[in-house]
């Protein structure tokens, strides 16, 4: 039996009333309302112009004219007072690199950090009043690339402490009084720190969570376990979420120095980040002071998680473009060693393919990264944008391991030091953390159909459970009459869209090839946009329940995104290689989107790029350290 109440039901998110609606249960209806009012709290903590509704990638479906620029970011400014200790960290570790960086245990060692820590680096992105270097987010992801070329290990954990750790949580969210208290150690490095929010029984589903703090006296007692906590060990700092009062909220934690009856770690192998600590934590009576309780102006400790969690998408993306960047540079030494039938196997077509796609897949990561890390800096929110770049980031980079490096390499993969069989998990683990890819794509949708689906949807959903229709058809002329008022405003919105001119803009003095692509773009977002309120059409408020159209629908939006976005980047670059890498991604993305196979033409333009590749024409892998072939012999 329903328990809602009328006062309820006001309150209800539109995903919440869609369910309902939709004939889902009293629980999923419930525990899917309290995500999209978390979602809804985010929003409001941002200005009415940069929330979802108003984002580029909403608008570049929904608008009919794409704001092109809202896709194009400028250049980063020259310099920032930040870059010295770009520059002295990026130092470290390239002197470090040979032998210096991990300890015994193979985990990034003390002493690594803590010079890290004289550089300032911990303190990137936390205000220079707190004792950081206040550097903007578009100039931090860039520098992720940067020192990921050099250790992905070490720009993760610089992500990790500084997006999805302590440190987001404690400066977006923290009191004067908070701030003054932990941001100078998170910024001097004293405090390294992670977020702890995924347990046992909670992972995608985040109303599953069951880690409590209960008030007793000064502190709250916290009961509970978390699983696969990154960068949190005895000593360090987290932000925990718990459940106060039933209610997710976020404590900052700082771990005793050694494990006691209150709090333990619990530990495993983990195939995946092996370099830095990831365990469990268990908590038995743990307290914490109720002054480090973060308190959002609005919503909760899920308000908390998410903001933090798309700066977090988008470090992701920016660390895949340096990760994918050592891999192209490792590929190429190798494709010319390595002779097969008398001929190196750079001379091959196949081998050519792979690698200009390759350097399309880091086009495509470094233009998204360029572009969502402006839209964070300038004030959006950036829901759906840093959806896009986690999610094409990790893919670009599973693709790149497996069918791009791995194969080049053949069975050297597998040798012990070889980068592929060394680090094959931390080319994958990136679709699975800070949300798996395809449950990301259908919250990518859902943010993209919410407002049209309030707007049009929801009346006509209201409108049906009051009049008591059963299966209401709006090509019934009675259900038709009955619903008038409600589907009215559709009808007029659907024949305004037959009218609707085509968006024909054009960059002016754009290299031909993509032009070419951004008007393609344009095309396909008007298509996109009737195929998204077709299916809203055809499955109303059991859209829900269409997952794998929602997420083919989902895919084929972030592909044209993606598309654009490469496409004014490469324009940006000016550089021949730049250019063409930009295009051959643009081009592979409008093969899936049309299904065409791929032309003569198309393969000419790899091996073309590949070419200019293999003769050190591509900036973008200029200085990245290559590796010793492994089992080198004689070539005759
Ligand atoms: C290397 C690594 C580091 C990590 N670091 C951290 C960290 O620092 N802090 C932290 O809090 N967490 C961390 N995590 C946890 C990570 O965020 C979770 O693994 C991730 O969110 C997925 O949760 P899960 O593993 O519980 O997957 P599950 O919830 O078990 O889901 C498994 C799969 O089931 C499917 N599925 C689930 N629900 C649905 C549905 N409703 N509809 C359709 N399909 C569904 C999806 O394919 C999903 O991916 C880390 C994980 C790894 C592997």
Redesign the pocket.
């Given at each position: 039996m329903s328990t809602t109440t009328p006062a309820d039901r006001e309150q209800q998110s539109f995903a919440e009333t869609a369910l309902r609606l939709g004939g889902k249960t009293e629980e999923e209806a419930r525990r899917t309302g309290a995500v999209d009012k978390a979602d809804e709290q985010v929003e409001s903590l941002f200005k009415p112009q940069y929330q979802t509704a108003n984002s580029p990638a909403h608008k570049a479906v929904w608008d009919g004219h794409v704001p092109l620029e809202l896709f194009a970011p400028p250049a980063l400014p020259a310099s920032h007072p930040s870059d010295r200790t770009m520059e002295a960290s990026l130092e470290i570790v390239r002197r470090r690199r040979e032998g210096k960086i991990f300890d015994e245990k193979g985990k990034v060692s003390t002493d690594t950090l803590q010079e890290l820590a004289g550089a300032g680096y911990w303190g990137l992105l936390i205000d220079p009043r707190y004792g950081g270097q206040g550097a903007p987010f578009a100039r931090f992801s860039d520098l992720l690339t940067r020192m990921a070329v050099y250790d992905p290990m070490i720009a993760g954990l610089a992500s990790?402490h500084g997006c999805?750790?302590a440190v987001d949580p404690v400066r977006t969210f923290g009191t004067p009084e908070q701030k003054e208290r932990f941001l100078p150690r998170l910024a001097s490095g004293e405090a390294l720190s992670?977020?702890?929010?995924?347990?046992p029984g909670?992972?995608?589903?985040l109303t599953a969570l069951r880690t409590t703090a209960v008030l007793e006296g000064d502190e709250y007692v916290v009961n509970g376990e978390?699983?696969?906590?990154?960068?949190?060990i005895p000593g360090r700092t987290a932000g925990l979420?718990v459940l106060i009062d039933g209610k997710p909220a976020v404590l900052v934690v700082d771990l005793p120095k050694e494990e006691n009856e209150n709090f333990k770690i619990v530990p495993y192998g983990?195939y995946?980040?092996r370099q830095a600590y990831?365990n469990g934590l268990r908590f038995n009576r743990f307290r914490v002071p109720r002054e480090n309780l973060l308190k959002p102006p609005v919503g909760d400790g899920l308000t908390i998680a998410y903001h933090g969690l798309n700066l977090g998408r988008v470090s992701l993306c920016a660390g895949a473009a340096g990760s994918m960047r050592i891999m192209l540079a490792n590929m190429l030494p190798w494709a010319e060693f390595r002779r097969t039938y008398g001929q190196a196997i750079a001379t091959r077509e196949l081998v050519k393919r792979r690698i200009a796609r390759l350097a399309g897949l880091i086009a495509g990561a470094d233009a998204l990264v360029a572009w969502t890390s402006w839209l964070i800096d300038e004030g959006y929110r950036g829901e759906m944008e840093c959806i896009i770049a986690k999610i094409f980031g990790s893919e670009a980079m599973k693709e790149a391991a497996i069918e791009l490096f791995m194969k080049t390499h053949g069975g050297r993969s597998f040798l012990k030091g070889h980068l592929f069989g060394d680090n094959v998990?931390?080319f994958l683990?990136p679709c699975?953390?800070?949300?798996?890819?395809?449950?990301l794509g259908?919250a990518f949708f859902k943010s993209l159909v919410k407002e049209h689906g309030k707007r049009f949807f929801e009346p006509i959903g209201k409108a049906v459970q009051r009049i008591g229709l059963k299966n209401p058809n709006p090509m019934n002329p009675l259900h038709a009459w009955k619903l008038r008022k409600e589907l009215a405003p559709y009808a007029r919105w659907r024949v305004g869209q037959m009218f609707a001119p085509r968006d024909r803009q054009q960059v002016p003095g754009m290299d031909r090839r993509l032009a070419d692509h951004v008007d393609f773009a344009l095309e396909s977002f008007s298509r996109l946009r009737g195929e998204v309120a077709g299916a809203m059409e055809k499955y109303q408020l059991k859209l829900a329940d269409r997952?794998c159209r929602m997420a083919e629908l989902s895919q084929r939006i972030q592909d044209n995104i993606v598309l654009l976005v490469t496409a004014l980047w490469g324009n940006r670059q000016g550089k021949e290689a730049s250019i063409a890498a930009a295009d051959i991604l643009c081009q592979d993305l409008r093969r899936k989107l049309t299904g065409k196979r791929p032309s003569d033409h198309y393969f000419r333009d790899a091996s073309r790029l590949a070419d200019v590749i293999l003769s050190g024409g591509f900036e973008a892998i200029a200085g990245v350290p290559r590796e010793e072939i492994l089992m080198k012999y004689e070539n005759k």
């Amino acid at each position: 039996m329903s328990t809602t109440t009328p006062a309820d039901r006001e309150q209800q998110s539109f995903a919440e009333t869609a369910l309902r609606l939709g004939g889902k249960t009293e629980e999923e209806a419930r525990r899917t309302g309290a995500v999209d009012k978390a979602d809804e709290q985010v929003e409001s903590l941002f200005k009415p112009q940069y929330q979802t509704a108003n984002s580029p990638a909403h608008k570049a479906v929904w608008d009919g004219h794409v704001p092109l620029e809202l896709f194009a970011p400028p250049a980063l400014p020259a310099s920032h007072p930040s870059d010295r200790t770009m520059e002295a960290s990026l130092e470290i570790v390239r002197r470090r690199r040979e032998g210096k960086i991990f300890d015994e245990k193979g985990k990034v060692s003390t002493d690594t950090l803590q010079e890290l820590a004289g550089a300032g680096y911990w303190g990137l992105l936390i205000d220079p009043r707190y004792g950081g270097q206040g550097a903007p987010f578009a100039r931090f992801s860039d520098l992720l690339t940067r020192m990921a070329v050099y250790d992905p290990m070490i720009a993760g954990l610089a992500s990790i402490h500084g997006c999805i750790g302590a440190v987001d949580p404690v400066r977006t969210f923290g009191t004067p009084e908070q701030k003054e208290r932990f941001l100078p150690r998170l910024a001097s490095g004293e405090a390294l720190s992670g977020f702890a929010l995924t347990e046992p029984g909670a992972g995608s589903d985040l109303t599953a969570l069951r880690t409590t703090a209960v008030l007793e006296g000064d502190e709250y007692v916290v009961n509970g376990e978390k699983l696969f906590i990154t960068n949190v060990i005895p000593g360090r700092t987290a932000g925990l979420v718990v459940l106060i009062d039933g209610k997710p909220a976020v404590l900052v934690v700082d771990l005793p120095k050694e494990e006691n009856e209150n709090f333990k770690i619990v530990p495993y192998g983990l195939y995946a980040l092996r370099q830095a600590y990831n365990n469990g934590l268990r908590f038995n009576r743990f307290r914490v002071p109720r002054e480090n309780l973060l308190k959002p102006p609005v919503g909760d400790g899920l308000t908390i998680a998410y903001h933090g969690l798309n700066l977090g998408r988008v470090s992701l993306c920016a660390g895949a473009a340096g990760s994918m960047r050592i891999m192209l540079a490792n590929m190429l030494p190798w494709a010319e060693f390595r002779r097969t039938y008398g001929q190196a196997i750079a001379t091959r077509e196949l081998v050519k393919r792979r690698i200009a796609r390759l350097a399309g897949l880091i086009a495509g990561a470094d233009a998204l990264v360029a572009w969502t890390s402006w839209l964070i800096d300038e004030g959006y929110r950036g829901e759906m944008e840093c959806i896009i770049a986690k999610i094409f980031g990790s893919e670009a980079m599973k693709e790149a391991a497996i069918e791009l490096f791995m194969k080049t390499h053949g069975g050297r993969s597998f040798l012990k030091g070889h980068l592929f069989g060394d680090n094959v998990y931390d080319f994958l683990a990136p679709c699975i953390y800070e949300g798996e890819g395809e449950m990301l794509g259908m919250a990518f949708f859902k943010s993209l159909v919410k407002e049209h689906g309030k707007r049009f949807f929801e009346p006509i959903g209201k409108a049906v459970q009051r009049i008591g229709l059963k299966n209401p058809n709006p090509m019934n002329p009675l259900h038709a009459w009955k619903l008038r008022k409600e589907l009215a405003p559709y009808a007029r919105w659907r024949v305004g869209q037959m009218f609707a001119p085509r968006d024909r803009q054009q960059v002016p003095g754009m290299d031909r090839r993509l032009a070419d692509h951004v008007d393609f773009a344009l095309e396909s977002f008007s298509r996109l946009r009737g195929e998204v309120a077709g299916a809203m059409e055809k499955y109303q408020l059991k859209l829900a329940d269409r997952q794998c159209r929602m997420a083919e629908l989902s895919q084929r939006i972030q592909d044209n995104i993606v598309l654009l976005v490469t496409a004014l980047w490469g324009n940006r670059q000016g550089k021949e290689a730049s250019i063409a890498a930009a295009d051959i991604l643009c081009q592979d993305l409008r093969r899936k989107l049309t299904g065409k196979r791929p032309s003569d033409h198309y393969f000419r333009d790899a091996s073309r790029l590949a070419d200019v590749i293999l003769s050190g024409g591509f900036e973008a892998i200029a200085g990245v350290p290559r590796e010793e072939i492994l089992m080198k012999y004689e070539n005759k």
